[in-house]
């Protein structure tokens, strides 16, 4: 972008809370400020936008993605909306009959479906007519399949088959990789067609969350292409990071060096357990549900004290997906444990991570605060799968899921935290985060809107190490990385009951906010990132 005024709206930026314009010199913001001081700086240089009322955002951060498989989503059946086995069988059946080759469907939830109609080989054969099929949880860490996928893969002798179409552990994998089987040219086409959609929801980086579970290094290595700077096209910026286990440093840096792409760490789906939907997350208490079934533990506190020494030892970011509370207690005393070998300070200064962190009881709240973890919250789960009558409390019990995603109580502790979606687990969709942080189904951890805006924006960067302190912020020489929205109307909105939840005074000195309880949410308009659009609406002059 060249010299560009955008005035006759508003600008989120702490800087000049009451800002309506901001001048854009190539890469950098130069200047926020009044329209009466736009109109003086004005010259012939300049183009100038119009925003007729539109809010300009820092750009948002999705600290927990996964490019590739949100894009194959987008091209597969979507279940997330089906409400029993038959209306997610009635969907199968019309995308078979227009389509060839294996079908592939996403997200569906049993957890909440009336009994009667299953969803299992036998049914996903009579409703295509014998076709492949494989249709992932929305959890993605199990999958149905029908009868002829499971027999060309040969499922049935692998652990995690079920006899009659669910898969889960090795059976699952198989399954998956099959069905993602993908030329080059095909990758490179549903991760262009990720990132676009990204870049419409207003995001400007993505922290992908690569594993050799999940996808290839090559996988990997092309999605870094696409999003180079100097790429032909603009596509949200990519965060990347590789979840593989390492024993020492010396291994750690041979795995780097054979990746061929860098990454930021050795963290993100780094798997200690599983998920709650698939009763694969490890809890120290057995299931509600299950009450013969804990989940499963895939690493041990050694290793998971190797592997953050490890990291440590070289400086970079290591860290784990954790879901349930017996995966919390392995991953705080194997943090415990690396810090004994290498040292307090090394751990602290490595920046490690931690992913979703659902269950955190005190003890496990106070280590990742003293050894400065910063956790990758996804508060849409909550939205998702909280409440009296959600999936926490079927698979839990309403007082273990009374303590689920605690949002206020990782604020209130100092653990840093940042906003993801999980994608495609849950939708890249950022004001949803932002309103799930707001209306978070127990108010006690319920938290501003504004706090959950910079826990989706700045926080990102930060997370992420971010060499630039003034990434996610607008102001005089920050990077031009921002949105611009179709908002309804501005204001502070808190989550704090005992006094008034919101309020436009521009008296306050707080940037205003889109409210979120409108008819319709903020539409993006524009996203543009160091200075070079990623997307702009049809409508957008």
Known sequence: MSLTMYRNGSVYSAGDPFATAMLVDGDTVAWVGSEHAATSLLDSRMHVIDLGGSLITPGFVDSHVHVTETGLALDSID???????????????????????????????????????????????????GREVYLARIDVHSGIVSAALAARLGLAGLPGWDGAGLVSGAAHAAARDAARQLAPADRRRVQERALRHAASRGYVALAEMAAPHVGSAADLAQLASLTAFDATDAFPEVLPYWGQAVSNAGEARELLASLGTPV????????????????????????????????????????????????????????????????????????????????????????????????????????????????????????????????????????????MNPLARFYAAGVPICFGSDAPVTPLSPWDSVRAALNHHQPGQRISARAAFIGHTRA????????????????????????????????????????????????????????????????????????RELFAATDFA
Request: glycine residues 12%.
């Open 79 to 129: 279940l997330s909306g089906a409400r029993s086995a038959q209306d997610a069988l009635e969907l199968v059946a019309q995308a078979a009959a227009a389509t060839t080759g294996i079908v592939l469907g996403h997200g569906w939830d049993d957890s909440s479906w009336p009994a009667g109609v299953r969803l299992g080989a036998a049914e996903l054969d009579r409703a295509t007519g």
């Open 264 to 403: 930021l760490g050795l963290a993100g789906d780094l798997n200690i357990d599983g998920s709650l939907g698939s009763h694969s997350a490890f809890l120290r208490e057995p299931y509600a549900d299950a009450a013969d079934g804990r989940g499963q533990a895939h690493l041990t506190v050694e290793e998971v004290a190797a592997h953050l020494a490890a990291t440590s030892e070289l400086g970079i970011q290591g860290g784990f997906h954790i879901i349930g509370d017996g995966a919390m207690e392995i991953a705080v005393q194997g943090l415990a444990l690396a810090a004994q070998r290498v040292g307090i300070e090394k751990v602290r200064a490595a920046g490690h991570r931690f992913e979703h962190a659902e269950m955190v009881d005190d003890g496990a709240m106070a280590a990742l605060a003293h050894h400065a973890v910063t956790v990758s919250v996804q508060p849409a789960f909550d939205a998702q799968w909280g409440g009296e009558d959600g999936l926490y409390a079927r698979r839990l019990g309403s007082g273990r899921a009374a303590t």
């Open 460 to 531: 990102g960067w930060r997370a992420a190490r971010g060499t630039n302190p003034l990434l996610g912020q607008l102001g005089p020489g920050a990077p031009a990385s921002f949105a611009v929205w179709e908002i309804e109307e501005l204001m502070v909105q808190v989550a704090d009951e005992r006094v008034q939840s919101w309020s436009t005074d521009p008296r306050a000195r707080t940037p205003l906010l889109p409210a979120l309880d409108t008819e319709n949410d903020p539409r993006c308009l524009q996203t543009v990132h160091r200075g």
